[in-house]
T-cell receptor, first 114, second 112 residues
Framework: GAVVSQHPSRVICKSGTSVKIECRSLDFQATTMFWYRQFPKQSLMLMATSNEGSKATYEQGVEKDKFLINHASLTLSTLTVTSAHPEDSSFYIC??????????FGPGTRLLVL | KNQVEQSPQSLIILEGKNCTLQ??????????LRWYKQDTGRGPVSLTI?????NTKSNGRYTATLDADTKQSSLHITASQLSDSASYICVVTAGNDYKLSFGAGTTVTVRA
């Protein structure tokens, strides 16, 4: 199957700093990428959907100014958590697809804000 | 509202035994249903995908069933191995906007 990578796999940062997470589709062009967050023992919650070259669509309750998403190319999307706080600590997972085909998930990024 | 419910929430089985996980959904219109395996600290990996016309799909020791009339699916794990310990997530794709609806997952623990 298609491969989606995320970097970094885990990050620890101080409260108030910003953290950028990269999501790359390695062997296909992703017209759409998705960002999810997952709290312990809970399922994935969609944060936003991004299409290459256009602004991301955020789910209700997700602050677009806090979670900046850039989908500058067909193989790369970035999520920047601005002014991170301890409550932002979570597992962030991206997924990518071409057209309306299968979504492929990345391995996730563990964020811990101290 | 599109919903996906899974049961049980968790289960513990002995190595070599079989188990069955359940998934009920209310997603409409329906496009497809996938079962994913998610190891701790990792992203979900697709095990099976079934469309409306498919009743069963196998992937090694994993066998998924789908009853589109009752909107129920199951995932059967045969001859469990320690490496099967993971969370299994049922995901249903809507047929209009292709949005995914996630179940909360079933955590399976296989013990020697």
């Amino acid at each position: 199957g298609a491969v989606v990578s995320q970097h970094p796999s885990r990050v620890i940062c101080k409260s108030g700093t910003s953290v950028k997470i990269e999501c790359r589709s390695l062997d296909f062009q992703a017209t759409t990428m998705f960002w999810y967050r997952q709290f312990p023992k809970q399922s994935l919650m969609l944060m936003a959907t991004s299409n290459e070259g256009s602004k991301a669509t955020y789910e209700q309750g997700v602050e677009k100014d806090k979670f900046l998403i850039n989908h500058a190319s067909l193989t790369l999307s970035t999520l920047t958590v601005t002014s991170a706080h301890p409550e932002d600590s979570s597992f962030y997972i991206c997924s990518a697809r071409t057209g309306y085909e299968t979504q492929y998930f990345g391995p996730g990024t563990r964020l811990l804000v101290l | 509202k599109n919903q996906v419910e899974q049961s049980p929430q968790s289960l513990i089985i002995l190595e070599g035994k079989n188990c069955t996980l359940q998934c009920n959904y209310t997603v409409s219109p329906f496009s497809n249903l996938r079962w994913y395996k998610q190891d701790t600290g990792r992203g979900p990996v697709s095990l099976t995908i079934m469309t409306f016309s498919e009743n069963t799909k196998s992937n090694g020791r994993y066998t998924a069933t789908l009853d589109a009339d009752t909107k129920q699916s199951s995932l059967h794990i045969t001859a469990s191995q320690l490496s099967d310990s993971a969370s299994y997530i049922c995901v249903v794709t809507a047929g209009n906007d292709y949005k995914l609806s996630f179940g909360a997952g079933t955590t399976v623990t296989v013990r020697a």
